[in-house]
């Protein structure tokens, strides 16, 4: 009898998993309630790989919808609040499924379809800006998510570049990451996209290797380029540096 329900359970998993998402596509108020209701469900699961795999199949959708929507954007909000959310009292819980589906993400975002390597990226990059520092995840896994995001910085859609580059932009000024900086430095001047490039120089940490591509930008045939590097030089940079 434990075991017909525990297999009940898990062929319920995926719909009770789709039936929060959805509510929580409808509108920001819910998160925090239909947070708690998530996190509850993966603590309730069998295993962390059964609710892993139900939550990802649950998603495929997404990774097929190229539209900037409203309520897909609120839904990746979500689900980036949710892969770093971390309870105390269950930490490794939390740690394990953070890692197991970003590395889920790294495979999408490889993959041959534009849509489902732009959604990885988007969610990768939404998780790294959220992430709480102390996450236990192991420095070599990082590595990896840094090598996937540092090849689709050269993705061929503009909207990939993107967000791969707001994914890396948090790991710009450690000084054990300068090829982070020096790839930055290498493409901005190529990069044909005026919201890549933007995207590009807001993430330039201020330093003497970075001035002169940042004045560069003043003089961008995008406006919004152009706004963009006054305000950081205005922020990042102290006036008597601009002598």
């Given at each position: 009898?434990?075991?017909e329900t525990l297999a009940s359970q898990?062929?319920?998993l995926p719909q009770k998993i789709a039936k929060i998402l959805d509510e929580a596509r409808s509108s920001n108020a819910t998160h925090n309630r239909k947070l708690k209701e998530l996190c509850a469900l993966?603590?309730?699961s069998k295993s962390p790989l059964d609710f892993l795999t139900a939550f990802s199949k649950t998603l495929t959708p997404l990774f097929n919808f190229h539209r900037r929507i409203s309520s897909v954007e609120r839904l990746i909000r979500f689900i980036s609040l949710f892969s770093t959310s971390r309870d105390p009292n269950f930490a490794s819980h939390a740690d394990d499924f953070l890692e197991e589906f970003l590395k889920f993400l790294l495979v999408a975002?490889?993959?041959a379809n534009k849509s489902a390597r732009f959604r990885a990226c988007q969610i990768v990059s939404e998780i790294i800006m959220r992430l709480p520092d102390d996450a236990e995840v192991s420095s070599e896994f990082w590595d990896k998510v840094i090598d996937h995001m540092k090849v689709r910085v050269q993705d061929k859609v503009p909207l990939v570049r993107m967000f791969a580059v707001r994914a890396l932009s948090r790991f710009a000024n450690d000084s054990e990451n300068g090829d982070i900086l020096n790839l930055f430095l290498e493409v901005i001047p190529m990069e044909q996209n005026?919201?890549?490039r933007k995207t590009i120089l807001l993430s330039?940490?201020?330093s003497n290797a970075t001035l002169q591509v940042i004045i560069d930008c003043t003089l961008d045939v995008s406006e919004s380029v152009r706004k963009a590097a006054y305000c950081v030089l205005a922020n990042k940079f102290p006036l008597q540096s601009l002598r």
């Open positions: 009898m434990a075991d898990d062929l319920l993966r603590l309730k975002s490889c993959a005026p919201e890549v330039l940490p201020p």
